[in-house]
């Protein structure tokens, strides 16, 4: 059963273009999520998250959009760098929980 | 300040063995997480200990198990060792177990090859 479905699976994006991944969560217990960032051979980062009480977090040139009703919530990564190139996994937790749930991760290519 | 570390960074084992691998959370935290990132995939959930209790397992076999030191460290075993263990393991430590949600901060991963 995957709680969280992730989309989509690769993108390619051009230096100074927008990036779109978007995620939907079955839960409606979920109360916290974040973005993860991670290069080949690290370990995910913590890019930006949001709790279900706002509709949009911005910071820097990464934003979330979440739409509770929907049960779905995006990033948008503005003026896109060679540097953003990774992989993007979007997350879900609930009541604190270090239990983190991943969707399935989405490779991002940013050509310069 | 130092990160997560783990180790080894990488480990190839035969089916049927056994493997413990090694944990040390980022100083003062005393919550330590285990992942399993399977090629292509996200991370699943494995374990939680905070202040050497489990706080939460995953939807793993028993052949995983896992235990926290005083020190905080952690070690995560695996025994009759399945191709499909085959992963990247990922420790994750976080200041404290509660209520709010703490960042966890994820260590670079053990690589574990299973042949």
């Known amino acids: 059963q995957q709680q969280v479905k992730q989309s989509p699976q690769s993108l390619i994006v051009q230096k100074g273009g927008i990036s779109i991944i978007n995620c939907a969560y079955e839960?409606?217990?979920?109360?916290?999520f974040p973005w993860y960032q991670q290069f080949p051979g690290k370990g995910p980062a913590l890019l930006i998250a949001?709790?279900?009480?706002?509709s949009e977090k911005k910071e820097g040139r990464f934003t979330i959009s979440f739409n509770k009703s929907a049960k779905q919530f995006s990033l948008h990564i503005m003026d896109s760098q060679p540097g953003d190139s990774a992989t993007y996994f979007c997350?879900?937790?609930?009541?604190?929980?270090?239990?983190?749930?991943f969707g399935k991760g989405t490779k991002l290519t940013v050509n310069p | 300040d130092a990160g997560v570390t783990q180790s080894p960074t990488h480990l190839i084992k035969t089916r049927g063995q056994h493997v413990t691998l090694r944990c040390s959370p980022i100083?003062?935290?005393?919550?330590v997480s285990w992942y399993q990132q399977v090629l292509g995939q996200g991370p699943q959930f494995i374990f939680q200990?905070?202040?050497?209790?489990?706080?939460g397992r995953g939807n793993f076999p028993d052949r995983f198990s896992a235990r926290q030191f005083p020190n905080y460290s952690s070690e995560l075993n695996v025994n009759a060792l399945l191709l499909g263990d085959s992963a990247l393991y990922l420790c994750?430590?976080?200041?404290?177990?509660?209520?709010?949600?703490?960042?966890?901060?994820f260590g670079p991963g053990t690589r574990l090859t299973v042949l």
């Open positions: 997350a879900a937790t609930q009541g604190g929980s270090e239990k983190l749930v």
């Open positions: 100083s003062g935290h005393k919550s």
């Open positions: 994750a430590s976080s200041p404290k177990s509660g209520y709010s949600y703490n960042e966890q901060f």
């Open positions: 200990y905070y202040e050497k209790e489990e706080r």
């Open positions: 839960n409606t217990a979920f109360d916290y």
């Open positions: 949001i709790r279900p009480d706002v």
